[in-house]
């Protein structure tokens, strides 16, 4: 079960009032390592099950965000299979990177869900109206935190993240059901008029 600080509003209420996630990749979206090559960063590890939350995010109108302090052809290309166009990479000041993110979509920081693992998100986590971290965050991270995984970074964190969102917001059902549901058969094309059979 995750594990929640002693907030204000409850977290159920911070939850349900998210209309945009912004995450941190390095620690988040990937285990946090870095496989570098003798021309550089060479690999990163991403789990589909956060990418399938992320999809299930989108589907139900939350907007995305990327805001990360490295930049990495890999974050590009991952955020365009994801369909996020909002990436801001070289981002050393996270609570900038929001603050920008959040003018750009209108939304208020109350609107906002937030997620990182170390203390250069704590600014942009406190602005937040919901701050989530990972299982294995920095224990300062954990503690300023409304919400921790179960999971950690780059291990389903994110997709446990989407469900809490869903649930909070009464989609987590509709969108199981729409998958669970039988395909429909496909019509036969109408015949034209005054067609011939054979």
């Given at each position: 079960m995750s594990r929640t600080a002693s907030p204000r509003a409850s977290l159920r209420t911070r939850a349900a009032r998210v209309r945009l996630l912004a995450l941190d990749v390095d620690g988040v979206l990937t285990d946090g390592r870095i496989w570098i090559g003798p021309r550089g960063e060479a690999l990163k590890a991403f789990d589909v099950r956060d990418g399938f939350?992320?999809?299930?995010?989108?589907?139900?109108?939350?907007?995305?965000?990327?805001?990360?302090?490295?930049?990495?052809p890999i974050v590009t290309r991952r955020a365009r299979e994801l369909g996020i166009t909002r990436v801001l990479q070289g981002q050393k000041?996270?609570?900038?990177g929001l603050r920008r993110v959040l003018a750009d979509t209108g939304l208020a920081p109350e609107q906002c869900a937030y997620i990182g693992d170390d203390w250069p998100d704590l600014p942009a986590m406190a602005l937040a109206g919901l701050a989530a971290t990972v299982a294995d965050a920095a224990p300062e991270v954990r503690a300023c935190a409304h919400w921790v995984s179960e999971a950690e970074g780059g291990?389903?964190?994110?997709?446990?993240?989407?469900?809490?969102?869903?649930?909070?917001?009464?989609?987590?059902?509709?969108?199981?059901?729409?998958?669970?549901a039988p395909p429909r058969p496909a019509r036969a094309p109408a015949r034209r008029k005054g067609a011939r059979r054979g």
């Open positions: 939350g992320l999809e299930l995010l989108r589907e139900a109108g939350i907007e995305l965000a990327i805001i990360t302090g490295r930049s990495s000041d996270k609570l900038a291990r389903g964190a994110v997709r446990e993240l989407a469900r809490l969102l869903l649930q909070a917001q009464g989609r987590l059902e509709d969108l199981l059901a729409a998958r669970l």
